[in-house]
Protein backbone atom coordinates (compact mmCIF):
# COMPACT_ATOMS: atom_id res chain seq x y z
CA UNK A 1 0.00 0.00 0.00
CA UNK A 2 1.22 3.27 -0.76
CA UNK A 3 1.55 5.72 1.98
CA UNK A 4 2.75 9.34 1.27
CA UNK A 5 4.02 11.45 4.39
CA UNK A 6 5.07 15.11 3.97
CA UNK A 7 7.48 16.77 6.23
CA UNK A 8 8.84 20.78 6.46
CA UNK A 9 8.85 23.82 8.76
CA UNK A 10 5.60 24.51 10.64
CA UNK A 11 6.03 28.48 10.63
CA UNK A 12 7.37 30.22 7.77
CA UNK A 13 7.99 34.44 8.27
CA UNK A 14 6.37 36.52 5.34
CA UNK A 15 8.76 37.11 2.37
CA UNK A 16 10.94 33.53 2.99
CA UNK A 17 10.41 30.62 0.93
CA UNK A 18 8.19 27.32 2.03
CA UNK A 19 10.12 23.86 1.47
CA UNK A 20 8.11 21.02 2.17
CA UNK A 21 9.03 17.32 0.92
CA UNK A 22 6.85 14.06 0.58
CA UNK A 23 8.45 10.78 1.46
CA UNK A 24 6.88 7.85 -1.08
CA UNK A 25 6.55 4.50 0.35
CA UNK A 26 5.31 1.47 -0.13
CA UNK A 27 5.84 2.15 -4.07
CA UNK A 28 8.40 4.05 -6.04
CA UNK A 29 7.43 7.61 -7.43
CA UNK A 30 8.52 6.81 -10.67
CA UNK A 31 5.67 4.03 -10.49
CA UNK A 32 3.48 6.74 -11.71
CA UNK A 33 3.40 9.72 -14.69
CA UNK A 34 1.97 12.27 -11.88
CA UNK A 35 2.28 13.95 -8.82
CA UNK A 36 0.14 16.85 -7.18
CA UNK A 37 0.44 19.08 -4.68
CA UNK A 38 -2.73 20.37 -3.03
CA UNK A 39 -3.49 22.93 -0.46
CA UNK A 40 -6.29 24.09 1.86
CA UNK A 41 -6.43 27.17 3.35
CA UNK A 42 -8.08 26.84 7.17
CA UNK A 43 -11.88 26.50 7.14
CA UNK A 44 -11.80 26.41 3.25
CA UNK A 45 -11.77 24.57 -0.14
CA UNK A 46 -8.67 22.10 -1.75
CA UNK A 47 -6.70 24.07 -4.14
CA UNK A 48 -4.54 22.66 -6.56
CA UNK A 49 -1.24 24.14 -6.56
CA UNK A 50 0.84 21.84 -9.31
CA UNK A 51 1.82 18.54 -10.77
CA UNK A 52 5.48 17.18 -11.59
CA UNK A 53 6.14 14.08 -13.90
CA UNK A 54 8.49 11.49 -13.94
CA UNK A 55 10.31 12.58 -16.65
CA UNK A 56 10.60 15.90 -14.84
CA UNK A 57 7.97 18.09 -16.17
CA UNK A 58 6.03 20.27 -14.14
CA UNK A 59 3.04 22.11 -14.34
CA UNK A 60 1.02 24.64 -12.02
CA UNK A 61 -1.65 27.10 -11.49
CA UNK A 62 -1.30 30.06 -12.87
CA UNK A 63 -1.96 32.01 -10.01
CA UNK A 64 0.84 30.42 -8.20
CA UNK A 65 3.12 30.05 -11.15
CA UNK A 66 5.00 32.76 -10.59
CA UNK A 67 6.34 31.67 -6.77
CA UNK A 68 5.97 28.20 -7.40
CA UNK A 69 8.85 24.94 -7.86
CA UNK A 70 7.30 21.18 -7.68
CA UNK A 71 10.30 18.57 -8.35
CA UNK A 72 10.70 14.80 -8.17
CA UNK A 73 13.63 12.89 -7.11
CA UNK A 74 13.68 9.47 -7.85
CA UNK A 75 16.72 8.11 -6.26
CA UNK A 76 14.97 9.28 -3.15
CA UNK A 77 11.62 8.69 -3.68
CA UNK A 78 10.66 12.09 -2.79
CA UNK A 79 8.72 15.05 -3.81
CA UNK A 80 9.43 18.81 -3.41
CA UNK A 81 7.45 21.69 -3.23
CA UNK A 82 8.71 25.17 -2.91
CA UNK A 83 6.92 28.52 -3.15
CA UNK A 84 8.41 31.63 -2.45
CA UNK A 85 7.71 34.86 -0.86
CA UNK A 86 4.79 33.91 1.03
CA UNK A 87 2.36 35.92 2.75
CA UNK A 88 -0.03 35.01 5.20
CA UNK A 89 -2.69 33.99 2.29
CA UNK A 90 -0.39 30.66 2.17
CA UNK A 91 -0.80 29.45 5.25
CA UNK A 92 -2.59 26.09 4.45
CA UNK A 93 -2.53 22.39 5.12
CA UNK A 94 -0.04 20.99 1.83
CA UNK A 95 -1.11 17.62 1.00
CA UNK A 96 0.63 15.80 -2.02
CA UNK A 97 -1.28 13.62 -3.85
CA UNK A 98 -0.87 10.76 -6.29
CA UNK A 99 -2.70 10.59 -9.94
CA UNK A 100 -4.81 7.47 -10.43
CA UNK A 101 -2.61 5.22 -13.03
CA UNK A 102 -5.76 5.14 -14.95
CA UNK A 103 -4.80 6.58 -18.33
CA UNK A 104 -7.33 9.13 -20.09
CA UNK A 105 -8.69 9.21 -16.50
CA UNK A 106 -8.53 11.77 -13.76
CA UNK A 107 -8.14 11.80 -9.67
CA UNK A 108 -5.60 11.62 -7.04
CA UNK A 109 -5.91 8.23 -5.23
CA UNK A 110 -3.69 8.81 -2.65
CA UNK A 111 -2.94 11.43 -0.55
CA UNK A 112 -0.54 12.42 2.79
CA UNK A 113 -1.94 13.59 5.77
CA UNK A 114 -0.91 16.94 5.09
CA UNK A 115 1.10 19.24 7.03
CA UNK A 116 -0.21 22.56 8.43
CA UNK A 117 2.23 25.72 7.59
CA UNK A 118 1.53 29.10 9.11
CA UNK A 119 3.28 32.55 7.54
CA UNK A 120 3.67 34.65 10.30
CA UNK A 121 6.40 36.54 11.69
CA UNK B 1 -14.97 27.70 -12.61
CA UNK B 2 -16.82 24.60 -11.20
CA UNK B 3 -19.79 25.34 -9.37
CA UNK B 4 -20.82 22.87 -6.21
CA UNK B 5 -24.57 23.07 -5.42
CA UNK B 6 -26.60 22.56 -2.45
CA UNK B 7 -23.89 24.38 -0.32
CA UNK B 8 -25.39 22.27 2.65
CA UNK B 9 -27.45 19.43 1.97
CA UNK B 10 -29.38 18.23 4.94
CA UNK B 11 -30.14 14.77 4.84
CA UNK B 12 -31.67 11.62 7.21
CA UNK B 13 -29.52 7.76 7.66
CA UNK B 14 -31.19 5.67 4.68
CA UNK B 15 -32.24 8.52 2.47
CA UNK B 16 -30.37 9.54 -0.91
CA UNK B 17 -28.20 12.47 -1.93
CA UNK B 18 -27.86 13.80 -5.08
CA UNK B 19 -24.95 16.68 -5.03
CA UNK B 20 -24.64 18.70 -8.38
CA UNK B 21 -21.55 19.81 -10.01
CA UNK B 22 -21.77 21.76 -12.62
CA UNK B 23 -18.82 23.33 -15.10
CA UNK B 24 -18.53 26.74 -16.70
CA UNK B 25 -17.56 25.01 -20.05
CA UNK B 26 -17.74 21.78 -21.21
CA UNK B 27 -15.69 18.90 -19.40
CA UNK B 28 -14.29 15.57 -20.70
CA UNK B 29 -16.16 13.42 -18.10
CA UNK B 30 -13.63 10.91 -18.08
CA UNK B 31 -11.41 14.21 -16.52
CA UNK B 32 -14.09 14.72 -13.40
CA UNK B 33 -13.68 13.16 -10.06
CA UNK B 34 -15.10 13.35 -6.86
CA UNK B 35 -13.88 13.21 -2.90
CA UNK B 36 -15.08 12.92 0.23
CA UNK B 37 -13.33 15.18 3.09
CA UNK B 38 -14.03 14.29 6.74
CA UNK B 39 -12.32 17.16 9.33
CA UNK B 40 -9.22 16.67 10.31
CA UNK B 41 -8.29 14.27 7.42
CA UNK B 42 -7.19 14.88 3.95
CA UNK B 43 -9.39 14.17 1.27
CA UNK B 44 -10.49 10.21 0.07
CA UNK B 45 -11.10 9.86 -3.42
CA UNK B 46 -14.72 8.38 -4.30
CA UNK B 47 -15.27 8.22 -8.05
CA UNK B 48 -12.49 8.82 -10.83
CA UNK B 49 -12.94 9.25 -14.69
CA UNK B 50 -16.28 10.60 -13.92
CA UNK B 51 -18.25 7.51 -13.20
CA UNK B 52 -15.12 5.15 -11.81
CA UNK B 53 -15.57 4.28 -7.85
CA UNK B 54 -12.04 3.99 -6.72
CA UNK B 55 -10.84 0.95 -4.62
CA UNK B 56 -12.98 -0.08 -1.38
CA UNK B 57 -15.26 2.65 -1.72
CA UNK B 58 -19.05 1.28 -1.17
CA UNK B 59 -21.33 0.75 -4.51
CA UNK B 60 -23.81 3.32 -2.63
CA UNK B 61 -21.72 5.76 -4.03
CA UNK B 62 -22.07 6.63 -7.90
CA UNK B 63 -20.93 9.16 -10.46
CA UNK B 64 -22.71 10.47 -13.83
CA UNK B 65 -23.12 13.47 -16.15
CA UNK B 66 -21.44 14.92 -19.02
CA UNK B 67 -21.10 18.18 -20.37
CA UNK B 68 -20.83 20.72 -18.21
CA UNK B 69 -23.44 18.52 -15.40
CA UNK B 70 -22.13 16.18 -13.50
CA UNK B 71 -23.80 14.52 -10.41
CA UNK B 72 -22.43 12.29 -7.40
CA UNK B 73 -25.68 10.29 -6.09
CA UNK B 74 -25.65 8.06 -2.79
CA UNK B 75 -28.18 6.04 -3.07
CA UNK B 76 -28.90 5.35 1.16
CA UNK B 77 -26.93 7.36 3.44
CA UNK B 78 -24.90 5.64 6.58
CA UNK B 79 -23.37 7.99 9.37
CA UNK B 80 -20.42 7.49 7.79
CA UNK B 81 -21.24 9.33 4.88
CA UNK B 82 -22.14 12.78 6.33
CA UNK B 83 -18.98 14.87 5.23
CA UNK B 84 -17.77 17.69 2.49
CA UNK B 85 -17.42 16.40 -0.59
CA UNK B 86 -15.90 18.35 -3.49
CA UNK B 87 -15.32 17.39 -6.97
CA UNK B 88 -12.38 18.05 -9.07
CA UNK B 89 -11.57 18.77 -13.60
CA UNK B 90 -9.14 19.38 -15.58
CA UNK B 91 -10.20 21.04 -18.86
CA UNK B 92 -7.65 19.21 -20.65
CA UNK B 93 -4.12 17.41 -20.68
CA UNK B 94 -1.63 19.83 -18.53
CA UNK B 95 -4.06 22.40 -18.04
CA UNK B 96 -4.81 23.09 -14.24
CA UNK B 97 -7.04 21.51 -12.27
CA UNK B 98 -9.97 22.72 -10.29
CA UNK B 99 -11.96 21.83 -7.63
CA UNK B 100 -15.90 22.89 -6.43
CA UNK B 101 -15.91 24.58 -3.29
CA UNK B 102 -17.28 21.75 -1.69
CA UNK B 103 -20.81 20.33 -0.40
CA UNK B 104 -21.48 19.85 3.24
CA UNK B 105 -24.14 16.88 3.78
CA UNK B 106 -25.19 17.22 7.11
CA UNK B 107 -27.42 14.75 9.34
CA UNK B 108 -30.68 16.42 9.76
Known amino acids: QVQLQESGPGLVKPSETLSLTCAVT?????????WSWVRQSPGKGLEWIGE???????NYDPSLRSRVTISMDISKNLLSLKLTSVTAADTAVYYC??????????????WGPGTLVTASS | VLTQSPGTLSLSPGERATLSCRAS???????LAWYQQKPGQAPRLLIYGGTSRATGVPDRFSGGGSGTDFTLTISRLEPEDFAVYYC???????????FGQGTKLEIK
Open chain 1, 97 to 110: ARHVAVPTTRGFDF
Open chain 1, 52 to 58: VSRSGSA
Open chain 2, 88 to 98: QQQYGVSRPYT
Open chain 1, 26 to 34: GGSVSDINW
Open chain 2, 25 to 31: QSVKSTY
